[in-house]
């Protein structure tokens, strides 16, 4: 398949000429192996076991081909990012090694590669990498704190998001149609399930089933500050006694090391200028069509409001969460690309939410809301102006996603955004 290039190549662009070792992490299927490749010289594949070992019985071969040298799936020889890491104490030349990765290794390397390995974080493919609809609003525009002019105007409707939402972010899946793709997303759910949380996570699965149900729980906790109190009743059913937290805490634990779910934590402003902050992070899977999968609903469910039979409560709808979900995977890249962070807030109680914070390095951020229709009004913006109030010019600025046609600012000026029309 042809490549499409994603937003990381710009940071690989930047970063690889000056920087002896980088490590792109993320899921299995996002595209790291893709990526890295076409920059590479040569290639060790540690997940091809004859590969493997023989690596492990001359790890010197590990550092001696081509350079630039991918170390592809390195976790499977943990060792190999100390030897990595040695070679760049050695000759601290930039461009030398890429690593990818799709777990994190239950036996950590002895040392971090704080200083020698840089780590960047592959996702699924935004809606600007999968070509839906021309960017006109720039994230990084946004953090620059300029409030610069909001406009342009999209063909990109409800249904399309929802299409996109079940398609899929991961490159190989991206030319199937309906029943293929659902095989694909099934056989990965499958592979997660009986495999993967095993064999890469290094944990071992006494009771697939279990697991099965405790992720479609946390897939249905999507864009929820659900306790894992909840997630583990939603999972546990009508099925009588609750599992121990010591045994469905290591599933989230060993997916989050897999890079498959990735909750967003609360945000933590400094100095802290508003009280009785809420701690709990937002649950989100790492690609919003593994979630819908999951549940079992299709565009018909979703856009009708049947919606999934777990029971966690939500503000809104399914779709709602979903939609949230996919706008945060696109928040999230252009953030890494701006060398942002990604958080949200909520205060206890539940009184003042916001979707998404994006924080400068300077504890600066821009506000997003994200609202599954197509026109605004003064009560979604409600929270946008409450937080203006509390932080003054240390809010950048404030800006609501939509299913809209058009972008603009608002006369109060918070700047509405269709998510088709957000980019880098």
Known sequence: MTYTRRVVDGELDELLPGIAAIAIQGAKAVGKTATAARRAASVVRLDDPAQREVMIADPGRLTSGARPILLDEWQRFPASWDYVRRAVDADPAGGQFLLTGSAAPADAPTHSGAGRIVTLRLRPMTLFERGVGVPTVSLAGLLAGERPPIAGETAVRLERYVAEILSSGFPGLRHLHERQLRAQLDGYIDRIVEHDVADLGGYPVRNPAALRRWLTAYAAATSTTATQETIRDAATGDRGEKPARTTVQPYHDVLHRMWL????????????????????????????????????????????????????????????????????????????????????????????????????ADGRVVAIEVKLAAVVNDHDVRHLQWLRDRIGDDLLDAVVITTGEAAYRRADGIAVVPAALLGP
């Not at 069509?289 to 409001?305: F, I, K, M």
């Open 261 to 360: 779910v990735e909750p967003v934590p609360a945000w933590s402003p400094s100095p802290n200028r508003i009280s009785r902050l809420s701690g709990p992070p937002k649950h989100h899977v790492v690609d919003p069509a593994l979630a819908a999968r999951l549940l079992g609903v299709g565009a018909g469910a979703l856009l009708d409001g049947t919606g999934a039979r777990l029971a966690i409560p939500r503000a809104g709808t399914l779709l709602g969460s979903l939609f949230e979900s996919l706008v945060t995977l696109d928040v999230r890249v252009y953030a890494q690309a701006a060398e942002a962070s990604v958080s949200h807030l909520r205060t206890a109680g539940g009184a003042q939410e916001v979707d998404l914070i994006v924080a400068r």
